[in-house]
């Protein structure tokens, strides 16, 4: 079956080192896979976009990286801060169906 | 210019009652999806519209219908309310559905007692 999968557990950083959450997908073939950020209560917010040929993207302290040849997204914060603490979503773009699907998210703790 | 804007934020109602909520899109952005959210199953896809048009529906009950507007504004449905239909109904606009980022609302909360 068509499955995404991230890290189910929180995870605990300290802060000022880099934090990494991964992504695992089966059966699908995305063009692209897009990272949320979502607070609790709230609508998700959009972090980075990378396309399938893209193997790494940046954005300030983001990084993001896409293997599609092991089916994987590694999603890295650098210098984390408390502030940084969210639930981190990933999903995969599936242009032919307009839609889309998402992983069930991993909560981020940055400890001070 | 003004985020996505979902009413109610709160809602309680009875089994067995309809619902309707509602989502105002950002200025120019033509799609709007609909995603139920509960505690550990992550964001489920609803529907899809463009333009008016259904382009994608996910795997839930003929009791979810939707509807978009000719500006844009989408509206969701839930007939016959279950228990099971408590979570929070999460709205995104974009200006194309892919490879583009999603702008969501701040959700509406669903209670069915």
Known sequence: ?112 | KAGVTQTPRYLIKTRGQQVTLSCSPISGHRSVSWYQQTPGQGLQFLFEYFSETQRNKGNFPGRFSGRQFSNSRSEMNVSTLELGDSALYLCASSLERANTEAFFGQGTRLTVV
Do not use: M
Not at chain 1, 59 to 73: A, H, I, M, P, Y
């Open chain 1, 1 to 112: 079956s068509q499955k995404i999968e991230q890290n189910s557990e929180a995870l605990n950083i300290q802060e000022g080192k880099t934090a990494t959450l991964t992504c695992n997908y089966t059966n699908y073939s995305p063009a692209y896979l897009q990272w949320y950020r979502q607070d609790p209560g709230r609508g998700p917010v959009f972090l980075l976009l990378i396309r399938e040929n893209e193997k790494e993207k940046r954005k300030e302290r983001l990084k993001v990286t896409f293997d599609t040849t092991l089916k994987q997204s590694l999603f890295h914060i650098t210098a984390s801060q408390p502030a940084d603490s969210a639930t981190y979503l990933c999903a995969l773009d599936i242009v032919s169906n307009y839609q889309l699907i998402w992983g069930a998210g991993t909560k981020l703790i940055i400890k001070p």
